[in-house]
């Protein structure tokens, strides 16, 4: 599938990561007690991305964790007939902690939500927050982003598609069209 256009280069993914993880410094007043759980694929290697910029930013180890939310959809009738179930590995404890899920594409909310359940059956943390890489508006739920790295109003016939170096070889964030109904998906 053909992009139609390049949302973030490899060095705007950089910079969006280094402008959050100084959000979230700001916000919080160091980065003493944080955690950053990624919300599983890509929400995991930002995570850990911006745990290291923390770490190095305020000298304090960030841990981090990823959490898959499968069984927490409300869809999950309707993605497959044998959900592939992911690995949740959050080997801290939530209790006195600040939380922020990482995930790369915020669309509409119903992942978030997800997330926020199966965070909640872990643990209970003094606060959650929420950091994306894009925003891409259409939101069928109250949810809001804390973080942001870049807001891009789309129409729901676009496609936001997140590329990372540690799942697919390179950093770059691409928009397409949807392929119509019926047309195959390369």
Known sequence: MTPK????TADE???AL???AHEIIERNK??????LIGIHTRGIPLARR???KLSELEGVTVPTGMLDITLYRDDLSEVAHQPIIRETHVPFDLARRRVVLVDDVLFTGRTVRAALDALIDLGRPDSIQLAVLVDRGHRELPIRADYVGKNLPTARSEMVKVKLAETDGVDLVELHDLPASGEAVK
């Open 5 to 8: 256009a390049t949302i973030l």
């Open 13 to 15: 993914v950089r910079r």
């Open 18 to 20: 280094t402008r959050i």
């Open 30 to 35: 160091g980065a003493e007690q944080l955690a």
């Open 50 to 52: 911006l745990a290291e």
